[in-house]
């Protein structure tokens, strides 16, 4: 794959890869520049050396310059003229012109400057000359012992580029050489970098895939540079998250099978006496006693599905909704209202018609309150009241159950939220799961629970504090019912 094509598609190339080609790319694009730069100063420097040399050629042809009786001459030597033209490398052409441009001597047609140059002074140019290019230099000379409008000459003097090139190419290579040996030098230091900088993730790699599906204890940090800390901490949050759902998930399993195992096997036992028994009467006695036991297996078989929804991460999450309190309350008691006549049980409603929001999870809350107001019917006495109320002040809201009860004891109100605890001696039927539930969907909905005396010093009365609703609340999670 090319470069261009693993800059566009990383998702194709390894992290060890990718981070090696950005910081390579760098190396190699500075290297080139370097290159091109270092090129055209040396072909500078060259140029100028070469420069001088034209410079001394004009200068030894100028001082072959006389006027005998008022004309020019210049001798060149042919040993002088040897040596301007036996360049190796290079053509060396000159040509001399007097004041009014007429060809003295050398080559005819050689360029000329575009601009006139100060006497003495050398002008430098390019230009070219027989299909070549060709470095030029011209320097105007005076003469004395001519007419005035005559009184100097122009040397111009040629010389083919190659010796520049050659000269240039030379330092490039003495330049580029030590640059190509420290780009390896820096490729391999990178590379090391590279694999050591990515160490950690891979003994991250190893650790995680050496341990088994069991073993979710946190992934160490201690070693772990700062960019990895936050992935780790994530990871050790995601595991714990996890660690929290198994273990509600196998305490609900050991519960469920410990608390279904003898209803079920009574169930069997009274369906085995029903099935050897004659007498119709003492059939429909023991029928009686079996719709009696399912009923109570059918509520703790609904108990526990309740509480499986509550437990935290057992179940999907969804987006919490803006609910009425008041409505919510005041629907669920009217449904149990006829639960509690059967009851000889006095259920009322108190609330106020301004509607009382609360972020949440409505058939959650609706179970919460159902199992409130059914703890407070069974354990209340014929004759009984049970209120609940709703009320909201600037900082939260609440809901509350109260009854007129035998209340509970002090020193087992806080033993009530277990699992499967009842209070001994009351005589009503139940599986002591309400409470537990009731606990687990107001934790969830980052409520609070407080258990008290009733109002009258009799009874008992349960609120769940909800923080108060924003004008504007950001959506939060809830558990969704399976």
């Not at 000329?112 to 002074?121: C, H, N, V």
């Not at 780790?232 to 410990?258: C, K, P, T």
């Not at 010093?457 to 609340?473: D, Q, V, Y």
């Amino acid at each position: 794959m090319s470069l261009k094509a693993r800059l566009r598609a990383p998702e194709n190339a390894s992290l060890r890869e990718q981070l090696l080609v950005r910081l390579l790319t760098p190396v190699v694009l500075v290297t080139l520049i370097s290159s091109v730069i270092s090129y055209y100063y040396a072909f500078n420097y060259a140029t100028l050396a070469y420069d001088y040399s034209l410079y001394d050629s004009a200068l030894d042809i100028s001082r072959q310059v006389h006027v005998i009786n008022g004309e020019l001459r210049i001798d060149l030597p042919r040993a002088a003229l040897d040596m301007l033209e036996s360049d190796k490398h290079d053509n060396v052409y000159y040509m001399v012109n007097d004041s009014q441009g007429r060809l003295i001597t050398g080559y005819n047609g050689l360029p000329l400057p575009k601009k006139a140059g100060i006497s003495g002074k050398p002008v430098y140019y390019d230009d070219v000359f027989v299909d070549s290019p060709v470095r030029l230099t011209a320097l105007t000379i005076p003469v004395t012992g001519l007419p005035q409008n005559q009184d100097h000459i122009q040397i111009v003097v040629a010389e083919t580029l190659n010796k520049r090139h050659t000269l240039a190419n030379e330092i490039l290579l003495g330049m580029v050489l030590p640059e190509l040996l420290l780009v390896a030098l820096i490729g391999l230091l990178i590379w090391y970098g590279v694999a050591r900088g990515l160490r950690p993730l891979i003994d991250l790699q190893a650790e995680i895939s050496s341990r088994s599906h069991r073993d979710l204890s946190p992934l160490p940090v201690q070693n772990a540079p700062g960019e990895l800390r936050a992935l780790v901490g994530a990871m050790n949050g995601l595991l714990s998250s996890l660690s929290i759902a198994l273990e509600a998930q196998q305490r609900f399993i050991a519960d469920a099978a410990h608390q279904l195992r003898t209803p079920l096997a009574g169930l069997r036992t009274q369906t085995e006496l029903a099935l050897r028994q004659n007498d119709p009467e003492e059939v429909r006695k023991t029928l009686r006693q079996i719709d009696t036991a399912t009923a109570r297996t059918t509520h703790l078989v609904n108990q526990l599905l309740a509480l499986a929804r509550a437990e935290p991460g057992a179940n999907r999450l969804r987006a919490a909704q803006r609910i009425d309190l008041t409505e919510l309350a005041r629907t669920t008691a009217t449904e149990w209202v006829p639960h509690a006549i059967e009851r000889n049980i006095d259920l009322g409603f108190e609330g106020g018609i301004t509607a009382v929001g609360v972020n949440g999870d409505p058939i959650l809350l609706k179970e919460l309150l159902g199992n409130l107001i059914d703890n407070a019917i069974r354990y209340t006495p014929p004759g009984g009241q049970v209120t609940v109320a709703v009320t909201s002040a600037l900082r939260n809201c609440l809901l509350s159950v109260e009854d007129n009860g035998p209340g509970i004891p002090a020193e087992e109100r806080e033993r009530v939220f277990e699992r499967f605890h009842r209070l001994l001696g009351n005589g009503a039927d139940g599986c002591g799961l309400g409470l537990a539930i009731v606990r687990e969907i107001a934790y969830g909905h980052g409520a609070t629970v407080a258990l008290e005396e009733a109002v009258g010093g009799h009874g008992t009365r349960i609120s769940i504090e909800f923080p108060a609703l924003k004008e504007n609340p950001p959506l939060t999670v809830t558990q969704e019912p399976a």
